[in-house]
């Protein structure tokens, strides 16, 4: 049954367009992968002789397979033990805008041994990411010029400049991307996932996403679910297309600040170490003071409020900062600026890999979903919400607003078309303008038969699809836990395992030994745990305690 389901989809689905998965009566066949051939890395990828690369060819635009190809890195860490070789264990630890080309490197972990053993451990670089058809909206000197400022409660001036930048910046994405920007997104995602599938030599696919890549993982398992073998769900975003993406990033904004409350809590109960105040509103009045300082004048030169709210935000994703952070602000505030320098100064040589996280990040929401248009629906949700969530909501805002002046597919093919215009004086540039006059006459035409682009609606048929297992923490700031509950009432026959108490991003092969149990037995021997299972908290960090490594694994690009 999963495989006559699969095969169904795929022959549907192989012309879906760039922003939505309807088929069409006479669609082409869906494009074949051919076999991965992995050799040696290149050295910009920074992998020792341990691991293998290869890399694996998609269509740009799966509507038309024959048409324009991309090129996928892809990394790989052989099974440890051959006798015991389960198959590839793809994994993707979220953004959208992260890399997975260092996962077979955590074979090397101890709390990873025994799945490197069994699974080739597989790393690859999403379509934008990395040299995975780099995407680029600003350049990345702009991207990272520093200070900057950062405002719970804005004023109308503020709003004004962060509103110019948000349009110049979606400006720039359509000038540096043309007509391929629509085809970074969601669904285009999990189509090059089984592409990857395929060409591992795999019949069916074992999959581990965290965070934004619980979400292509469900479209995935949505669009191919005879082609699933085992997946993991690690910090589940909500898939509601309701949700997708502006209600998710306003429900974020809420459960970050019950996290910020959680550090401050916990930073007032050490208060012999860190000196900060013996209760919550002692220490938000440390930070605050931290923030007017910075914003008169910025450490280093470089390090504004900004860079300090960037740096602290991290406290929300994981509990392994919580140290980190409180050493930084207690030494700032009592004359020992070098720790927060340590951890919030900006450091040039990441300026390009930071530009292209988060140009792909803006694309692929951008292109997933329908957002508010008007700038005074943004700014009334985003006024309400911060009235009693002020910690992450505007930053949020403005991290997404390029959204509000995001192109549709026949704007961008325009763009393209102008820039291959001012570029034919030159006497090889003819088939430039011929190509994008065309992309541009394609646009127009799916334009007119697709409409606006929708989420893919997540779900499954009982039955259709093999027992998958989620993992969420129930204070879990990035993916909020109801996401979880969500996406299982839509995946019919999966497990859910909940973190009680606890709000870290990112569980599986972690701090806590209950999920990693559940994780390692699902992976290892397709073990199922009740519908609904439960796990202590971790414990939590102690004065002085540095953050790992593994620890950070599944850190999202947001």
């Given at each position: ?427 090889e540039a003819g088939g430039d303008l011929v190509n994008a006059a065309d ?41 909020p836990y109801r996401g979880a509950v969500e996406l299982q009432q839509r ?68």
């Amino acid at each position: 049954m999963y495989g006559t389901i699969g095969s169904l989809m795929v022959t549907a689905l192989a012309t879906a367009p760039a922003g939505g998965v309807t088929g069409a009566p006479g669609a082409p066949p869906a494009p074949v992968a051919h076999r991965l051939e992995f050799g040696r890395c290149a050295p910009v990828e920074h992998l020792p002789s341990s691991v293998e690369c290869g890399t694996l060819t998609v269509p740009l635009d799966y509507a038309h397979p024959d048409g324009r190809k991309i090129h996928l890195t892809v990394s790989r860490a052989r099974a440890t033990a051959r006798g015991e070789r389960q198959g590839a264990l793809v994994f993707n630890p979220g953004g959208p805008g992260a890399s997975s080309m260092e996962f077979p490197l955590y074979g090397g972990l101890p709390r990873w041994s025994k799945l490197a053993r069994a699974y080739d451990f597989v790393g690859y670089a999403p379509r934008g990411v990395g040299r995975s058809a780099p995407l680029s909206c600003q350049d990345p000197g702009a991207f990272a010029k520093a200070p900057t400022d950062s405002r719970m409660h804005p004023d109308a001036a503020f709003k004004r400049k962060k509103v110019a930048e948000a349009r110049a910046y979606a400006r720039g994405c359509v000038r540096r991307a043309g007509s391929a920007l629509p085809f970074y997104n969601s669904v285009n995602n999990a189509r090059d996932l089984d592409m990857l599938r395929a060409a591992l030599g795999e019949r069916r696919l074992t999959f581990m996403g965290a965070s934004y890549g619980t979400y292509f993982g469900a479209v995935y398992a949505t669009l191919f679910p005879g082609h699933v073998r085992r997946m993991i769900f690690d910090s589940v975003v909500n898939p509601d297309p309701r949700q997708v993406w502006y209600r998710n990033n306003l429900d974020q904004d809420v459960a970050f600040e019950r996290r910020w409350g959680d550090w401050l809590r916990w930073v007032a109960r050490h208060n012999g170490q860190y000196h900060l105040g013996t209760t919550r509103q002692a220490v938000q009045r440390a930070y605050n003071t931290a923030v007017t300082k910075l914003r008169r004048t910025p450490l280093s030169g470089k390090i504004g409020v900004g860079q300090l709210q960037s740096a602290f935000l991290k406290t929300g994703y994981n509990d392994a900062f919580w140290p980190l952070r409180a050493e930084a602000l207690s030494g700032y505030l009592h004359g020992d600026p070098k720790p927060l320098i340590a951890q919030a100064l900006p450091r040039p040589a990441g300026a390009a890999a930071e530009e292209n996280s988060a140009a792909v990040y803006t694309a692929v929401e951008c292109n997933d979903a329908r957002w508010p248009r008007s700038w005074q629906t943004w700014n009334r949700d985003n006024t309400e919400i911060a009235r009693t969530a002020p910690f992450e909501t505007w930053d949020n805002a403005w991290m997404n607003l390029p959204c509000a002046f995001w192109p549709d597919r026949a704007e961008s093919a325009d763009a393209e078309l102008d820039a291959a215009a001012h570029r034919a004086d030159r006497p090889e540039a003819g088939g430039d303008l011929v190509n994008a006059a065309d992309r541009t006459a394609d646009a127009a035409l799916d334009g007119a038969l697709h409409g606006q682009r929708r989420p893919l609606d997540v779900h499954t048929a009982p039955g259709a699809l093999p027992p998958v297992l989620l993992l969420a923490a129930e204070r879990d700031a990035a993916t909020p836990y109801r996401g979880a509950v969500e996406l299982q009432q839509r995946l019919p026959g999966s497990s859910l395992v909940t973190e009680n108490g606890a709000g870290t991003h990112g569980i599986a092969f972690n701090d806590n030994a209950c999920v990693t149990a559940y994780a390692e037995a699902y992976l290892l021997h397709g073990k199922v745990p009740a519908r609904r299972v439960y796990c202590a908290p971790r414990a939590e960090p102690v004065p002085g305690q540095q953050a790992t490594r593994s620890q950070q694994h599944a850190l999202p690009g947001k």
